[in-house]
């Protein structure tokens, strides 16, 4: 067991991370109360752990495999199995690059756009953005947290960036419409 | 053109700082030398840009805080209390650990002291709390910033109507003569409460200093180490091991973020270096 000293540390390192645990969260559960009663269960399973990380190795991924763990099983007990594993198989790629011609003025979207374009892609596409994008993880930490090779991390989030770039040029060229 | 179709589809890697060492610096020479694919690796690192930018910053509420911070404190009495629940044995080791059990309670006050006082304050303000995630963000390359300037007037014109407030940022050294300590960077906006802030950067001695701005109808400073200094009320917090000061001044709310010495009142050199100011800097510095 852990010394006195050791999970004092521990607590202080691991309360940095609050935020963005209350920000996955949300984007898990999308309910504020659901966030919150996550972030807690997140901490409670944390602190009655046998084994934790270093503080300053990879403590805020290991946080983040408890939250999802612990999302997993809510979810279960509602009896709706979680959807996060279906969309790695459909369809062909979509060609990162080449398919939205319209990208290059997507710095002048609103900032709302964007937000809201995340919202309205699938769980699987939201998460995996919030990993990479917002929380700043490499590829390996994802995988770590979605448990998955790290092929799939890489090809899901090709995917979410495409659907997310499609989304965003739709509205685009909706919004283009309106104005003529 | 192979190359260019291999460059290509490592452009996504690249980006993601997912390539070292040689890999990387392939990419780079073919891009420093191939337009077309500098063009794609723009209209992604844009697209990208676009994406981190746009991210809500969430902070978790207060009362989220307290309780997080009462189940990892719980945590910690926890153990003391499996070492003075342990039953009594009649073996060599027993008053070693009753002496432990004894030792860890005399210090429980003490650590769980330290864990409120150096971790993020519970009293902290959200808005505070905002400011020092800001910071943290834009120091891990996550919020880069939108506009880039040594020039105040150039960054306050930049808020024009992007905030539903006058953003005036202080031409201190200019208009005193002082040596540059400082070095303005440039804003960005940032998004909280359903509003729009401005958030300035600065860097002095190689360290960064983040000034966030909102309407006081928005934020209103509250909660650390209140301290008075030229008719204002500044309060003080550590939050995550930066040091983190707001306060109000006529309609406008302001964070100073930065992991300077001395409760960040070195921070506030930024405005007020100079014999004229002492008055406000003495009462931060430390007791």
Known sequence: MDGLVEIVEFGQAAMAHIDALYGYALALTRNMTEAEDLVQ???????SAAHRPDADSNLKSWLFVIMRNAWLNQLRHRNSGPKFVELDTDGPRVDQFQENPHVVYLRKLEREQVQHAIESLPDAYREIIVLRDIEGFTYQEIATVLDCPAG????????ARGKLRKLLSTWQDKARVKAV | MQKCEDIRGRLTLYLDNELQGDERGMVEAHLSECESCAA???????????????????????????????????????????????PRRASRVSWLVAAAAAVLLLLLPLLVWRIVKQSSTPTASSFALMAAETHLRHMRGQLPLETESANPQEISSWFLNKVNFSVKLPNYQESSGQEKLY????ARLVFFEKNYTAYVAYRMKERPISLVITSDSVARPSGGEEIQARGLTFHYNA????????????????????????????????CHEGTKDRDLLEPLKPH
């Open chain 2, 40 to 86: 794609i690796f723009a209209r992604e690192l844009n697209f990208l840009n676009a994406v981190r930018e746009s991210a809500a910053l969430h902070v978790a509420p207060p009362e989220l805080r307290a309780k997080v911070q009462r189940i990892l404190s719980e945590g910690v009495s926890g153990v003391a209390g499996v070492e003075e629940r342990r």
């Open chain 1, 41 to 47: 269960e997140t901490y409670l399973r944390a602190t």
């Open chain 2, 183 to 186: 070095m303005l960077e440039g």
């Open chain 1, 152 to 159: 799939t991390v890489m090809s899901r989030l090709g995917r």
């Open chain 2, 239 to 270: 939050i995550d091991g930066l040091k983190v000061l707001t306060w109000s001044d006529r309609g406008l709310t302001y964070a100073l973020v930065s992991d300077l010495e001395e409760r960040g009142q070195q921070s506030c050199i930024v």
